[in-house]
């Protein structure tokens, strides 16, 4: 192998210096023949590398072997080819083929997509290694654990431990680099005898996941190649996974999706020391550390191992002559929702790269603005200013920051390892610190138990050990009840529980954030849970539980009528859907029954068929009880709505969080595209039309894919797209709703219809003058980025707001729309509206309400409704504001950053806008978002529930006015 002599002495120096305390690595004789390299393969990689100074002596070559097929040999062409990308399915194979031809490589499969496709990790190490693995396994699950491992036994097991080094990539299917680049990299780690690569070889284990979100990545290849076979446009990739796109990388909090789950479970199972996620979104590869503000749960020592490996990384490329790595000035370390933050919040190391893109058509003269290519001491050789890029670029700059990482954490095994264990203990000794947080509550007796349940069996899924008091006690100003859930402080884990229950704050003076900035568990779930800084609680007696919270649902007392109170429960969502056929109605007061207090919207099933809806209470974890007699109390039918879900062709990034909770909540639902609205007679199919915003602005909303030629755009299942048109399908995805569709959703509306959206969808409504009496504004001074603010209720008169007790509950919103119903002053210009306000200053208040409470009020009027059909009565045409932000700026806001609060100071956030003999319900906040806002579902799914009697509780009709 050729080298330059620079590079010649940084791999003598990359190697000089054995692991501390670790085992020898085994050198070659030094008689020894040289590894015999594949010329082919190596004149194929400096033909395909569009600049030589985007390569190193580590990846200018590929080794040869008689046993182990190279990507050459299994594929016909090597990663970097241009246009050319692999399927993640021919990856897979290939994968399996290494670990049955060579003894350093095993295959595992870690999961299912949801449309079923495999997660793998190809397994990397030593053969001695391999044949260990449980050993090694072992050693780093004692490694995580100081409440069962001494510390002289975590010294010895350190001395001969070995990490593990997790590679993932593919998690953005447009992002295309990552699984090409990991085909080499596996084949270079098993075959190659270098020293550099023994020494990772012999050090530390491999894991490698080439593709995440496999589902996805077969999408991306399909419409590639669409492209280049048929030389017409490709339809853009409005599909990764069956739900979201973008934000596949946004669900460590919220744990919904599979490729989520997997990782969390592969990580519970082998407790990895480093997990590495690839991307492409910088120039040309940016190594994470992060800018700050750092978030504030973690342990010092995760952003100095951030900082001691990108620089490692920075320095060792710098010194082979490769410009634009670097790191700081990309990303802050603030939100922990990202997929490497799994490993950080379990108190291992995440990381991530940024590259410039693979294509993989490559880009003879890529130019870069001077804002990305100036000298900088975080970015000592900077990008140039124009460089001809293409994929093989993309390989070479990646897989050698790559290998020189694997070959840092190979040197400095015993560090790493260190690192994890002290921060495991140091976790542990920090839940019993006087002063901490040394116990989090959740007391049973909820308004919404089972959304609690709910909570408490995500952490628990994500390795969190909970508790159930034995016995009542007080600690910390807390009163503790016999049976509440019980989160010890004095776990490994509770860097996670801190970090998701924590409230956040974000300064205004810090640069503009990555991402959100509030996300504090227990406010998105709307669920009541007391911190504890009292060390005595440890002390008191408490059941560990040995696995997920199983409610046990039943129906008690006797009668012909059973009732299911609407405590906001999620659950209830799926009781009426399974029960679809089933006559029920919703109380529109909170009435007394059976000795018991009921809420509006509780659920009243008359002459029910008690075993089958006992069957579904149980299913549920519900709780009913049956009575003698119908309830005097003012009701009205639950009718089943036929539910039309709309998308848009242009992009369903955010859409998919709605369909997710739909799906996952038993509801029905006909997918369509938006351009099927065009075609009319949507109140004949439809009693409720969801429609979530599309993103961008309205125009991008109503126009959707632009017709720019005379080629249709087709998104559909050919033998050249195999893996389109699973969710939807069209010969011809271009044109949006257009003018056309707004005034057939006006229609349907007018018609007697129920529109439901937020975001764009609410903007377009008011812009065209559908939603009258509604407008959005953009204030200029408010800036705020995914926090969580205060909602006070305006209208509890109206269904949309079952369920919920008290006056106020948290909130997600970011940014916009900022909604004015009817003619409110504007903001004064000139005014400061910064805030410099603590989060939370005012506590939001989650009301428990225990069964068996007697209501104290006055008897409800008497007098029932009948059950109706379809349709529904003329309504007001008056806006109707059933949520808003609080009068006060200083209150509005409870976890994150905002800055300009005044402008949101009694704007509304849920309007239910009547027209004709319709409604329109529209939100500012965000009611599904991401998997984390469970505790607003229900403002979603009264909507739906009571889509024909939205008008209950309303004012009445002024006379002359209809």
Do not use: C
Not at 96 to 112: D, F, W
Not at 598 to 620: C, K, N, S, W
């Amino acid at each position: 192998m050729k080298m330059r002599p620079a590079a010649m002495v940084a791999l003598a120096l990359a190697v000089a210096i054995p692991a501390a305390n670790g085992p020898a690595v085994a050198q070659p004789a030094a008689d020894a023949a040289p590894q015999r390299n594949d010329e082919e393969y190596g004149k194929l990689i400096s033909q395909h590398l569009m600049d030589k100074r985007i390569s190193t002596e580590l990846v200018d070559h590929l080794p040869a072997s008689d046993t182990v097929p190279s990507p050459l040999k299994f594929f016909g062409r090597i990663p970097g080819t241009p246009k050319e990308l692999t399927y993640a399915k021919d990856i897979h194979r290939y994968y399996q083929e290494l670990a049955r031809t060579s003894p350093r490589v095993r295959y595992l499969k870690i999961g299912e997509t949801e449309e079923g496709r495999d997660i793998v990790v190809l397994v990397i190490a030593d053969e001695a290694t391999l044949s260990n693995l449980d050993k090694y396994k072992g050693d780093l699950a004692a490694l995580t654990d100081p409440r069962r491992t001494t510390d002289a036994q975590a010294r010895e097991i350190i001395r001969t431990a070995k990490p593990i080094y997790w590679v993932t990539s593919g998690i953005h299917s447009s992002e295309t680099g990552g699984p090409e680049t990991l085909i080499e990299t596996a084949y270079r780690l098993a075959v190659e005898e270098t020293p550099f690569i023994r020494n990772i070889r012999d050090n530390i284990i491999t894991f490698i996941t080439p593709v995440l979100e496999v589902d996805g990545r077969e999408r991306m290849v399909d419409t590639y190649y669409y492209g280049k076979e048929t030389g017409k446009p490709k339809p853009p990739l409005m599909y990764w996974g069956k739900y979201v796109a973008h934000d596949n990388n946004r669900d460590g909090l919220g744990q919904f999706l599979k490729l989520t789950q997997h990782v969390t479970k592969t990580l519970l199972e082998w407790h990895p020391t480093v997990l590495h996620d690839l991307h492409e979104a910088q120039s040309y590869l940016y190594a994470s550390t992060g800018s700050g503000p750092y978030n504030v749960s973690l342990d010092p020592l995760a952003s100095q191992e951030w900082w001691l490996l990108a620089q490692t990384e920075v320095m060792e490329m710098t010194k082979r002559g490769v410009p634009g790595v670097w790191t700081y000035g990309f990303y802050d370390g603030w939100v922990p929702n990202y997929m490497f933050w799994i490993a950080m919040t379990h108190n291992a190391f995440g990381r991530f790269y940024e590259v410039q893109s693979y294509g993989p058509d490559p880009r003879p003269e890529l130019k870069l603005p001077p804002t990305t290519t100036s000298r900088e001491w975080y970015r000592p050789n900077p990008p140039l200013p124009s460089i001809a890029w293409g994929p093989r670029n993309n390989v070479n700059i990646q897989q050698s920051a790559l290998l020189i990482a694997l070959n840092k954490v190979a040197e400095d095994r015993a560090l790493y390892l260190e690192n994890y264990w002290l921060k495991n203990k140091r976790a542990v000794e920090k839940g019993k610190a006087q002063g901490e947080v040394n116990a989090w509550v959740v007391p049973a007796a909820q308004t919404a138990r089972l959304n609690a349940v709910d909570m408490l069996n995500a952490l628990i899924r994500q390795g969190v050990e909970v508790s159930i008091a034995d016995q009542a006690f007080a600690a910390g100003g807390v009163q503790v009840a016999a049976g509440d859930y019980v989160i010890r402080a004095d776990q490994p884990f509770r860097t996670l529980v801190d970090m998701y229950t924590s409230v956040q704050t974000y300064p205004t003076g810090n640069p503009r954030p990555y991402d959100d900035t509030g996300w504090t568990l227990q406010y998105m779930r709307n669920v009541d849970l007391k911190m504890v800084r009292d060390p005595a609680i440890l002390n008191q007696t408490m059941t560990r539980l040995s696995g997920e919270i199983a409610p046990r649902g039943m129906i008690t007392g006797s009668g012909t009528t059973i009732l299911v109170d609407h405590n906001g429960d999620n659950a209830l969502m799926s009781f009426r859907f399974r029960l679809k056929d089933v006559p029920m109605m919703a109380a529109q007061e909170a009435f007394q029954a059976g000795g018991r207090k009921y809420a509006a919207g509780t659920f009243i099933i008359p002459d029910a068929d008690r075993a089958l809806v006992e069957r579904v209470v149980a299913q549920l974890g519900l709780s009913g009880q049956a009575v003698p007699r119908m309830p005097k109390v003012k009701s009205h039918p639950l009718t089943v709505p036929r539910i039309g879900y709309m998308h848009s062709w242009l992009r369903t990034q955010d859409e998919g969080w709605w369909r997710a909770a739909l799906d996952h909540y038993d509801v029905p639902y006909t997918y369509f595209a938006d351009i099927k609205a065009r075609e009319g007679g949507l109140r004949q199919k439809y009693d409720v039309i969801i429609y979530p915003t599309v993103g961008g602005g309205v125009a991008d909303a109503v126009n959707g894919v632009p017709k720019d030629g005379p080629e249709p755009i087709p998104y559909k299942k050919t033998d050249l797209t195999p893996n389109l048109g699973t969710l939807d399908s069209a010969d011809d995805i271009r044109g949006g709703l257009g003018t056309d569709g707004m005034a057939e959703l006006k229609r349907f509306v007018e018609e007697g219809g129920t529109l439901i959206g937020d975001g764009t969808t609410v903007e377009a409504l008011a812009t065209y003058g559908i939603a009258q009496g509604l407008s959005v504004s953009t204030p200029p001074d408010l800036y705020t980025k995914g926090a969580i603010m205060r909602g006070v209720f305006a209208d509890k008169a109206s269904p949309l707001t079952y369920g919920y007790r008290g006056e106020e509950m948290p909130i997600y919103f970011s940014q916009a729309p900022v909604l004015t119903v009817g003619r409110v002053a504007p903001v004064q210009p000139g005014r400061d509206l910064v805030q410099n306000i603590t989060p939370n200053a005012v506590p939001v208040k989650i009301t428990p309400w225990r069964d068996g409470d007697i209501i104290s009020a006055p008897p409800p009027p008497e007098g029932l409704s009948s059950f109706g059909g379809r349709g529904g009565r003329e309504a007001t045409q008056k806006p109707r504001t059933i949520m808003r932000f609080p009068e006060k700026a200083e209150t509005i806001l409870l976890s994150g950053m905002l800055s300009g609060g005044e402008a949101l100071a009694s704007k509304a956030l849920v309007v239910d806008v009547p027209r004709g003999k319709g409604h329109m319900v529209l939100y500012a906040l965000r009611p599904f978002w991401r998997w984390q806002t469970q505790g607003s579902y229900f403002l979603g799914f009264n909507a739906i529930i009571n889509w024909d009697r939205l008008d209950v509780g309303a004012p009445p009709v002024e006379a002359g006015k209809n």
